[in-house]
């Protein structure tokens, strides 16, 4: 390693006064290639009104926070914050900078590579640090999920490098964490965008897209039928999640494309993935890698999902389906009698 | 109105065959197509045209990469573009996404100026979606990323509906701007016979590094700052529990509602 102290950082995102728990997740990320390279742990909090939540991202693992605080940073408009974090990143010369793979970071870090000259690797699922150069390795899936690709940034730094929200937990919140709050004040010029914010539409649909969901209940063409199939949506709302699929069921007009998930479908990280009724093709077990825990329910006890289910359940879907609603709602009735009581 | 459209090249994902052995993607002998995403960026410079009632709308598709890619400007041609080139040399392989979008930007300054520029949102083979931000960075124009639809456009800004986490947000930007379209923008159209022979009259010319000027330590493998130093084939398994049927439906759902419970997924069922 080169000797020099230089720091980790971390991009926090902001939504309105608030810090996004993606911020959170990021200092997670961070404190792994922190502490190794015996280097602070610092976080960027950019925006309008937000210096009071700084000590969030502390508890949540900062060792440090640069605070720009200003009412023109009130809407995320990215030649603006390209404008800020190239001033942080000169004035600073931070080791590493690590965003979170969003519509945001996707948008801005780009645009900071080609405006700074710095390598930019995408959605890593994966962050080390090489023992022997000090660099770091961002580890990506590429070509739907077929490949691992090891990359490594040469060249100027920051090592800079997006991962996918929602692929690390954050730490424990620690209220007695101590760190440093150093606000900065950018040269007017910085201040100021191109682009004008018109205003937000919220989505009023239910259930999160299967890229966010935490909990995905999918279903293939052993559902049988739509009717079955919409019972997977009973199971998905008593859990709070969301419902997947196989390019069978969607092919069968059961679902809308949206919802596939695997090669030709999308990539999905949740932390329960159950798969009722889908064989377990590699085209669909390319979506599901990123899935922390996969339960299957098949009645093939030869079906090829079970080679990579940590639950598999040899029976029939829509036996088991109702089975199981029955028995969450039935908990979920006898707790609400017990508070009640 | 003069519009360019990046559009790049990638494997059929209909043709992509697995190795069922060793669950890798089989490349050998897998055929080209225009990547799925572009063409949504190649449909929406179409109507752009076809929505302007006064002044002329020039399309022009642009793509990097070997000679053979020259079909995917061909391609975009037949959908109905005016003109297609392609930048192809040596020199530009190996090009991260800075290097790639370094040399696109130098090919869009070349043959601009353009007041609208799009792109993909992402590439199904590198699948960054990383080049059209950075183009636009490199250019000093405004990205509009994750565009839903065009809601208007005179000859000095546009207007447009973003989709983006738990909304949709309207932006207005002045132009030249950089608009990269999402799937739900459009459905793209099918190319015409009519604009297959167009696409076969029409002649691509090819670019290289010395046409555009770019400095060979700016592009290609000398230009990447990022290197892949290793790739993996991942091999999926899981060595799970497993429940056979003959233990019935109870044990089954308790077994299910366990790991639930372990993984704190039930949070929302109380
Ligand atoms: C280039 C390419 C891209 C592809 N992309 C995707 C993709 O993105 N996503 C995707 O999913 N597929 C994709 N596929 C298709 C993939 O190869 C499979 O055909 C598809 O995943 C199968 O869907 P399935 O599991 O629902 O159906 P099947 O393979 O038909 O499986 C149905 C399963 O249901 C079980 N079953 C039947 N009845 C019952 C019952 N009563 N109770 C319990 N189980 C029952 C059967 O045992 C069987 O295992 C792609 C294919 C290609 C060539
Ligand atoms: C396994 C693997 C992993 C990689 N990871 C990274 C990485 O993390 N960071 C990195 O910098 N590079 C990476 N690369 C290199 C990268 O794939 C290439 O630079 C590629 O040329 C462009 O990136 P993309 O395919 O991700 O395009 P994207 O950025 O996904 O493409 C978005 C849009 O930009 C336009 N566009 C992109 N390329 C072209 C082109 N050649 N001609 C015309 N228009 C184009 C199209 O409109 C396209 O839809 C990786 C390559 C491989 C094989």
Same mark, same amino acid.
């Given at each position: 390693? /080169?000797?020099?102290?230089?720091?980790?950082?971390?991009?926090?995102?902001?939504?309105?006064?608030?810090?996004?728990?993606?911020?959170?997740?990021?200092?997670?990320?961070? #404190?792994?290639?922190?502490?190794?390279?015996?280097?602070?742990?610092?976080?960027?909090?950019?925006?309008?009104?937000?210096?009071?939540?700084?000590?969030?991202?502390?508890?949540?693992?900062?060792?440090?926070?640069?605070?720009?605080?200003?009412?023109?940073? @009130? /809407?995320?408009?990215?030649?603006?914050?390209?404008?800020?974090?190239?001033?942080?990143?000169?004035?600073? /010369?931070?080791?590493?900078?690590?965003?979170?793979?969003?519509?945001?970071?996707?948008?801005?870090?780009?645009?900071?590579?080609?405006?700074?000259?710095?390598?930019?690797?995408?959605?890593?699922?994966?962050?080390?640090?090489?023992?022997?150069?000090?660099?770091?390795?961002?580890?990506?899936?590429?070509?739907?999920?077929?490949?691992?690709?090891?990359?490594?940034?040469?060249?100027?730094?920051?090592?800079?490098?997006?991962?996918?929200?929602?692929?690390?937990?954050?730490?424990?919140?620690?209220?007695?964490?101590?760190?440093?709050?150093?606000?900065?004040?950018?040269?007017?010029?910085?201040?100021?965008?191109?682009?004008?914010?018109?205003?937000?539409?919220?989505?009023?649909?239910?259930?999160?897209?299967?890229? @966010?969901?935490?909990?995905?209940?999918?279903?293939?063409?052993?559902?049988?039928?739509?009717? /079955?199939?919409?019972?997977?949506?009973?199971?998905?709302?008593?859990?709070?999640?969301?419902?997947?699929?196989? #390019?069978?069921?969607?092919?069968?007009?059961?679902?809308?494309?949206?919802?596939?998930?695997?090669?030709?479908?999308?990539?999905?990280?949740?932390?329960?993935?159950?798969?009722?009724?889908?064989?377990?093709?590699?085209?669909?077990?390319?979506?599901?890698?990123?899935?922390?825990?996969?339960?299957?329910?098949?009645?093939?006890?030869?079906?090829?999902?079970?080679?990579?289910?940590?639950?598999?359940?040899?029976?029939?879907?829509? @036996?088991?389906?109702?089975?199981?609603?029955?028995?969450?709602?039935? @908990?979920?009735?006898?707790?609400?009698?017990?508070?009640?009581? | 109105?003069? =519009?360019?459209?990046?559009?790049?090249?990638?494997?059929?994902?209909?043709?992509?065959?697995?190795?069922?052995?060793?669950?890798?993607?089989?490349?050998? $002998?897998?055929?080209?197509?225009?990547?799925?995403?572009?063409?949504?960026?190649?449909?929406?410079?179409?109507? !752009?045209?076809?929505?302007?009632?006064?002044?002329?709308?020039?399309?022009?598709? !642009?793509?990097?990469?070997?000679?053979?890619?020259?079909?995917?400007?061909?391609?975009?041609?037949?959908?109905?573009?005016?003109?297609?080139?392609?930048?192809?040399?040596?020199?530009?392989?190996?090009?991260?996404?800075?290097?790639?979008?370094?040399?696109?930007?130098?090919?869009?300054?070349?043959?601009?100026?353009?007041?609208?520029?799009?792109?993909?949102?992402?590439?199904?083979?590198?699948?960054?979606?990383?080049? $059209?931000?950075?183009?636009?960075?490199?250019?000093? !124009?405004?990205?509009?990323?994750?565009?839903?639809? =065009?809601?208007?456009?005179?000859?000095?800004?546009?207007?447009?509906?973003?989709?983006?986490?738990?909304?949709?947000?309207?932006?207005?930007?002045? =132009?030249?701007?950089?608009?990269?379209?999402?799937?739900?923008?459009?459905?793209?159209?099918?190319?015409?016979? $009519?604009?297959?022979?167009?696409?076969?009259?029409?002649?691509?010319?090819?670019?290289?590094?010395?046409?555009?000027?770019?400095?060979?330590?700016?592009?290609?493998?000398?230009?990447?700052?990022?290197?892949?130093?290793?790739?993996?084939?991942?091999?999926?398994?899981?060595?799970?529990?497993?429940?056979?049927?003959?233990?019935?439906?109870?044990?089954?759902?308790?077994?299910?509602?366990?790991?639930?419970?372990?993984?704190?997924?039930?949070?929302?069922?109380?």
């Amino acid at each position: 390693m /080169n000797g020099t102290n230089k720091e980790v950082w971390t991009l926090a995102e902001v939504r309105g006064k608030t810090i996004h728990p993606v911020s959170k997740e990021l200092l997670a990320w961070g #404190r792994e290639l922190a502490d190794p390279m015996r280097v602070p742990l610092a976080s960027i909090l950019v925006g309008s009104g937000v210096a009071p939540r700084a000590e969030e991202l502390i508890a949540a693992g900062a060792d440090k926070v640069y605070i720009v605080d200003d009412p023109s940073f @009130e /809407n995320f408009l990215c030649d603006e914050q390209v404008g800020i974090l190239e001033y942080l990143t000169d004035k600073y /010369n931070p080791s590493i900078l690590i965003a979170s793979a969003t519509t945001r970071g996707r948008t801005v870090m780009p645009m900071l590579s080609a405006r700074i000259g710095c390598g930019l690797t995408a959605d890593c699922t994966e962050l080390s640090i090489d023992p022997v150069s000090g660099r770091l390795i961002q580890t990506r899936p590429a070509i739907g999920g077929n490949v691992m690709a090891d990359i490594k940034t040469r060249g100027r730094d920051p090592q800079m490098c997006t991962v996918r929200p929602k692929s690390k937990r954050p730490l424990d919140t620690d209220r007695s964490r101590k760190g440093e709050l150093i606000k900065v004040s950018p040269p007017q010029s910085l201040l100021g965008s191109a682009l004008k914010f018109l205003g937000f539409t919220p989505e009023t649909s239910v259930g999160l897209p299967i890229q @966010e969901a935490e909990i995905i209940i999918s279903g293939g063409k052993g559902m049988k039928n739509a009717k /079955n199939f919409a019972k997977l949506e009973e199971l998905a709302r008593l859990l709070g999640g969301t419902v997947g699929a196989s #390019r069978m069921a969607v092919d069968l007009g059961w679902v809308p494309y949206s919802a596939q998930v695997g090669l030709s479908g999308k990539s999905v990280t949740p932390r329960i993935y159950m798969a009722f009724g889908i064989s377990g093709a590699v085209q669909h077990i390319a979506g599901i890698s990123g899935a922390e825990t996969i339960i299957a329910v098949n009645h093939d006890p030869e079906a090829p999902i079970f080679r990579v289910a940590d639950l598999s359940i040899q029976g029939d879907a829509m @036996e088991i389906l109702d089975a199981l609603i029955d028995s969450l709602k039935k @908990e979920q009735s006898e707790r609400w009698t017990l508070t009640a009581d | 109105m003069r =519009i360019a459209v990046l559009v790049k090249q990638v494997p059929a994902t209909d043709s992509v065959k697995i190795d069922e052995k060793t669950g890798t993607m089989v490349r050998e $002998g897998v055929e080209a197509e225009l990547n799925p995403l572009d063409l949504h960026a190649v449909e929406a410079a179409l109507r !752009i045209r076809e929505c302007r009632s006064e002044g002329a709308t020039e399309i022009t598709a !642009i793509t990097m990469g070997p000679p053979q890619a020259k079909k995917a400007a061909a391609y975009a041609v037949s959908m109905g573009c005016d003109s297609g080139v392609l930048l192809s040399d040596k020199r530009f392989g190996g090009s991260d996404t800075l290097a790639t979008s370094r040399t696109l930007a130098k090919a869009l300054k070349k043959l601009g100026p353009f007041d609208i520029i799009l792109a993909g949102e992402r590439a199904t083979d590198g699948e960054t979606g990383q080049v $059209g931000p950075a183009v636009a960075e490199f250019l000093r !124009i405004p990205a509009l990323t994750y565009v839903s639809s =065009i809601d208007e456009l005179d000859e000095g800004h546009i207007t447009v509906t973003r989709s983006v986490e738990g909304g949709h947000e309207k932006m207005k930007a002045p =132009i030249p701007a950089m608009v990269i379209p999402v799937k739900e923008m459009n459905i793209p159209r099918l190319c015409t016979l $009519g604009g297959k022979l167009r696409a076969k009259k029409t002649e691509i010319p090819v670019l290289n590094a010395d046409d555009l000027a770019l400095d060979e330590d700016l592009t290609g493998l000398k230009g990447s700052a990022t290197l892949v130093v290793n790739v993996t084939y991942p091999q999926m398994t899981r060595e799970g529990r497993k429940i056979l049927s003959s233990a019935g439906t109870k044990d089954a759902v308790k077994a299910i509602v366990d790991l639930l419970e372990e993984k704190n997924c039930l949070e929302a069922a109380r």
